[in-house]
Structures are given as structure tokens and as C-alpha cells.
């Protein structure tokens, strides 16, 4: 199970004192925490996938806003903590597969026109389950139904 990943990844990172990995265990730990108060109710495996995802999202983005104001050192941190997450996600599938699934949903789906791309998107991620970005299956989508 992912959670108890987490938590043994957190313990040895406490053990070797490795500050960088303790704090991304906890920050990924806390949300999980979060959505289980927010939800009443424990997290399933899915749940702890989209959990992560949408963390992975969320430090890509702040990634790029530091960039953007020069900021190399908060980059350079949250680059790490990034790589770190990344471990407890499944094995990211890369864009010709990704292309692939949307191709086979879409004539699945027979959509023709931009109208239905919430509908693609909405069964590709439901099929890619953490193993594709959003962003990525957005912009392909929106490619191919054009």
C-alpha cells in the first residue's frame, strides 16, 4: 500500500536525518491527512494516487512561477521535493502512449469536435490513474479534436 510507503520512507529518511525527504513525507502525509477531515472518510489507494498527483501539479507550478521571478534557490528546493513525491507514483507513461490511449478513447468515444473534449478527458484519466499529467492529456486532446 502507498501510505505505508510513505510512512517507512519517512522513517528511514528521520533515521538517515534526511531533512529534505522528512519534509516532503510529511507535507504528503498532511495532505492526505487533510482530505481524510475534509472528507470524513480514509483514503483508498485511488484516492492517495489523486492526492499526489494533484501535490506533483502543485509544486510543478510553483516551479515555474520561481522561475519566472528568478527565485533559483526556492526552484532548486521544491525540485527536490518534487523528485522525492515522484517516487510513490506509478511509472509515468511517456507521450506516444499517452497520444495512443487518447486516439482509441476518442474513437471510442466518437468525438469530433472540441465540445467533447471534457468527455476524452474525463475517460483518459480515469484510465491513465496517475500514470499521465493532466496538463499533458489537455493540450493532446485538445490537439487531436480541433
Same mark, same amino acid.
Request: proline letters at 1%; zero cysteines.
Given at each position: 500500500?502507498?501510505?505505508?510507503?510513505?510512512?517507512?520512507? %519517512?522513517?528511514?529518511?528521520?533515521?538517515? +536525518?534526511?531533512?529534505?525527504?522528512?519534509?516532503?513525507?510529511?507535507?504528503?502525509?498532511?495532505?492526505?491527512?487533510?482530505?481524510?477531515?475534509?472528507?470524513?472518510?480514509?483514503?483508498?489507494?485511488?484516492? &492517495? %494516487? /489523486?492526492?499526489? +498527483?494533484?501535490?506533483? =501539479?502543485?509544486?510543478?507550478?510553483?516551479?515555474?512561477?520561481?522561475?519566472?521571478?528568478?527565485?533559483?534557490?526556492?526552484?532548486?528546493?521544491?525540485? +527536490?521535493? %518534487?523528485?522525492?513525491?515522484?517516487?510513490? !507514483?506509478?511509472?509515468?507513461?511517456?507521450?506516444?502512449?499517452?497520444? =495512443?490511449?487518447?486516439?482509441? /478513447? &476518442?474513437?471510442?468515444?466518437?468525438? +469530433?469536435? %472540441?465540445?467533447?473534449?471534457?468527455?476524452?478527458?474525463?475517460?483518459?484519466?480515469?484510465?491513465?490513474?496517475?500514470?499521465?499529467?493532466?496538463?499533458?492529456?489537455?493540450? &493532446?486532446?485538445?490537439?487531436? !479534436?480541433?
Amino acid at each position: 500500500m502507498i501510505l505505508n510507503k510513505i510512512k517507512n520512507s %519517512l522513517k528511514d529518511a528521520m533515521k538517515d +536525518s534526511n531533512k529534505s525527504e522528512v519534509l516532503a513525507m510529511r507535507n504528503i502525509l498532511e495532505k492526505i491527512k487533510q482530505y481524510e477531515v475534509d472528507n470524513k472518510t480514509s483514503v483508498n489507494e485511488n484516492d &492517495i %494516487l /489523486t492526492i499526489i +498527483s494533484k501535490y506533483v =501539479k502543485q509544486l510543478r507550478d510553483s516551479i515555474e512561477q520561481f522561475k519566472k521571478g528568478n527565485r533559483l534557490d526556492l526552484v532548486e528546493k521544491e525540485q +527536490s521535493e %518534487l523528485e522525492i513525491i515522484l517516487r510513490f !507514483l506509478p511509472k509515468q507513461l511517456d507521450k506516444k502512449e499517452v497520444t =495512443k490511449i487518447i486516439e482509441n /478513447t &476518442i474513437e471510442n468515444l466518437n468525438a +469530433s469536435n %472540441l465540445s467533447d473534449m471534457g468527455k476524452v478527458i474525463g475517460v483518459v484519466i480515469s484510465q491513465t490513474k496517475g500514470q499521465a499529467d493532466g496538463k499533458m492529456i489537455s493540450e &493532446i486532446v485538445k490537439e487531436k !479534436l480541433k
